[in-house]
């Protein structure tokens, strides 16, 4: 049976804080798309965590999924449904879809044969739900490789988006684009290695895994986010980075406990929900939501 690991107080209420010890942190509306695992499988591997030869439960893929889907209901979030396609069980991963930001909607062009039939599935989502649609032209895996923090774009390269991605994104939205390359596969998405925080301008917040990731992106990191939170191996070994906030609360992976006791200090509300069985084919609660800014 899933679960969600709660802190001891209910998502509306605010934490106890001690002036002088934390921030104080403020949730902020937000809409997302997601889709139900109704097809999820694991029948080739495209990554590390993906083994064809370990069985798989799609009943409790989707119990697992609704418990994030309930989650986000109850923290009051906008939720958006794309239908689910036979023969595509990565589509759950709707985080991969695209990247929406004030209305543009850039679409994914996916490295793997696999997925490649997911990027026009999501575009046409968008253009039916009223997004201006821009077809990529460069191969790109959507919000799973680019995280908006403030006025900036964090743009992951290495095994799935090509870094001539990056240009494209400056040309269509108009923003800062900074290059992160990633070296560890098993962090092959930007969004398995980083966790945006808070993606308010002016107070930046985020977690990263500093071995998910080149010498040269290490430093940049720290040079842009001094008091960023640094996960550990343990708990960036269950998708414990892959997670996703509002500015105060934080859905993230139930094992990541060391990261839960990080966001509490530093005055977030973490909130763990169990997605055992989506981590077999290596996504997590970020995987799985794809942020509609509109």
Known sequence: MSTVVETGEQPGERPAQQPGTRPERRATGRSVLMCRPEHFTVAYRINPWMNPAMPTNTSL???QWQVLYDTYE?????????DPI??????VYAANGGFVIDGIAYGASF????????????MQWFAEAGFDVREPVEVNEGEGDFLL?????????????????HDELTKIFGREVVTLRLVNPSFY?????VAVLDATPGQEHIAYLPSAFDEASVALLRERYPDAIIAT?????????NAFSDGRNVVIASRAADFSRQLREHGYHPIGVDLSELLLGGGGVKCCTLELRR
Do not use: K, N, W
Not at 150 to 160: E, K, P, Q, Y
Not at 189 to 193: E, G, K
Not at 233 to 241: W, Y
């Open 61 to 63: 893929a989707l119990a």
């Open 74 to 82: 109850r923290l009051g979030y906008e939720i958006e449904l794309i």
């Open 86 to 91: 036979t023969g595509l069980p990565d589509m």
């Open 111 to 122: 490295t793997h044969p696999e997925r490649q039939p997911e990027g026009p599935a999501y």
């Open 149 to 165: 923090v403030g006025d900036t774009i964090l743009a992951g390269t290495g095994f799935r988006s090509h870094s001539r991605s």
């Open 189 to 193: 998405h930007l969004d398995t290695a």
């Open 233 to 241: 191996e343990t708990d960036a070994a269950v998708l414990g980075l």
